[in-house]
């Protein structure tokens, strides 16, 4: 079956530390998103790649980072200087920007 | 630049019909619908393109103003299955074509 999966569901980490999340596709997308989400709130762009080895700096792109080295694999690294981590990171991916935007299950970051 | 989404919450009795808004100081290309569970990934609904194009569920209707830039969803007959978050999420020349969603609407359906 075709989608997109984000790993792990749920992440614990301490102050101060850098970590990163997976996302992998096998649908053939171009486009890959990082979006994060924090309680009652709408979905905040963090980053966006429209191809592989190529990518853009959404709305809240401090104190994270990404890679898109192969077209199916678009990780985000949380890195320390994100001063307030705590969020639901989800990824997403459509055929080319502007359509239908599929996305992963998510991942819950808690920083302790 | 966040559209601005109303109602924030909506309570309804099975069957009922609801409007969700969604609204925008930009010039918009196009107007996405989503809808989230909670602790859920968004699921696309409707895709409403400048020019009057649209794509998505033959179920679900929503209508777009190009030039009051506002977008109208549609859930008429509401079964439970339509409990969840909507958001709505625009498109722009000023986003740079990416979407910037707005704080969701959150609809309660009752039996």
């Known amino acids: 079956d075709g989608g997109i999966t984000q790993s792990p569901k749920y992440l614990f980490r301490k102050e101060g530390q850098n970590v990163t999340l997976s996302c992998e596709q096998n649908?053939?997308?171009?486009?890959m998103y990082w979006y994060r989400q924090d309680p009652g709130q709408g979905l905040r762009l963090i980053y966006y790649?429209?191809?592989?080895?190529?990518?853009q700096k959404g709305d809240i792109a401090e104190g994270y980072s990404v890679s898109r080295e192969k077209k199916e694999s678009f990780p985000l690294t949380v890195t320390s200087a994100q001063k307030n981590p705590t969020a639901f990171y989800l990824c997403?991916?459509?055929?080319?920007?502007?359509?239908?935007?599929?996305f992963g299950p998510g991942t819950r970051l808690t920083v302790l | 630049q966040q559209p601005v989404q109303s109602p924030q919450a909506v309570i309804l009795r099975e069957g009922e019909d609801a409007v969700i808004n969604c609204s925008s100081s930009?010039?918009?290309?196009?107007v996405h619908w989503y809808r989230q569970k909670h602790g859920e990934a968004p699921v696309f609904l409707m895709i409403?393109?400048?020019g009057g194009e649209q794509k998505g569920h033959e179920k679900i209707s929503a209508s777009f103003n190009e030039k009051k830039q506002q977008s109208s969803l549609y859930l008429t007959a509401s079964q439970l299955s339509y409990s969840g978050t909507y958001f709505c999420?625009?498109?722009?020349?000023?986003?740079?074509?990416?979407?910037?969603w707005g704080a969701g609407t959150k609809l309660i359906i009752k039996p």
């Open positions: 930009k010039a918009l290309y196009s």
């Open positions: 790649s429209q191809i592989v080895n190529d990518f």
């Open positions: 997403a991916s459509s055929y080319d920007n502007g359509n239908e935007q599929f």
């Open positions: 999420g625009t498109e722009s020349l000023d986003s740079n074509y990416q979407l910037i």
């Open positions: 409403l393109l400048k």
């Open positions: 649908l053939n997308h171009d486009a």
